[in-house]
């Protein structure tokens, strides 16, 4: 129990620093290389806690796939930062404000939470008893029945996040030419090839 004690509190205090460290470092590669010490630590805090399942995808998808991609795309930017320091000041208030409710909102939700003794009982009602089940099984029983609709609502979210991204990256620009599947299926020969006569000895 120490020693799991002690991996616990290794974990969460490297997980911890390096969401810290996403934040305040400046470099933004170093931001995504801290991001995936941080999935890699949560995913031990999943192992201790038997959810084999879950760290294995937090390391697969979110690792192997999203902060990859992220890497990738911060590196490819060309980004000026120099220039996005400039409008710092001129938005500093704005932003103290919002981080000023933000922080008065936590203190309410903090500050008026009660742990009701039948907690305990019912958060253990939709999980499957770990001993009939696999760990693999009683997420897809919870999953997918008693929260299948805020599986569906997270999906859509996604997809929106997905659509919002490709059309604000999207440019426009002129003189550029364009592969037109339509127009090329719908062009006759006729309309493309020449028959040119050439005489005998005339060359072309």
């Known amino acids: 129990m120490i020693i799991q004690a002690l991996v616990f509190y290794l974990f969460a205090g490297i997980t911890v620093a390096s969401a810290v460290m996403v934040i305040a470092s400046r470099n933004p590669v170093h931001s995504v290389l801290y991001l ?18 879950l760290a294995m995808i937090l390391v697969v998808v979110y690792v192997g796939a999203v902060a990859v991609l992220f890497l990738f795309v911060v590196m490819m ?13 001129q938005y500093l208030p704005i932003g103290g404000l919002i981080g000023v409710i933000l922080l008065i909102e936590l203190g309410l939700v903090f500050g008026t939470w009660i742990l009701a003794p039948e907690m305990a009982q019912m958060s253990a009602l939709p999980t499957p008893a770990m001993a009939d ?27 929106v996040a997905m659509i919002g991204a490709i059309v604000l990256t999207m440019r426009q620009r002129e003189g550029v030419r364009k592969q037109s599947i339509a127009v ?11 028959t040119v006569k050439v ?4 060359g072309v």
């Open 36 to 53: 995936i010490l941080a999935f890699f630590n949560a995913a031990g805090l999943f192992v201790l806690i038997g959810a084999e399942f």
């Open 199 to 202: 005489p005998t000895g005339g």
């Open 77 to 89: 930017l060309d980004i000026n930062f120099l220039r996005m320091r400039e409008g710092f000041l």
């Open 184 to 194: 090329q299926n719908a062009r006759r020969p006729e309309d493309v090839v020449a």
């Open 133 to 159: 089940v696999s760990n693999t099984e009683a997420i897809g029983r919870v999953m997918y029945t008693k929260y299948v609709y805020l599986f569906q609502a997270s999906g859509l979210v996604l997809l």
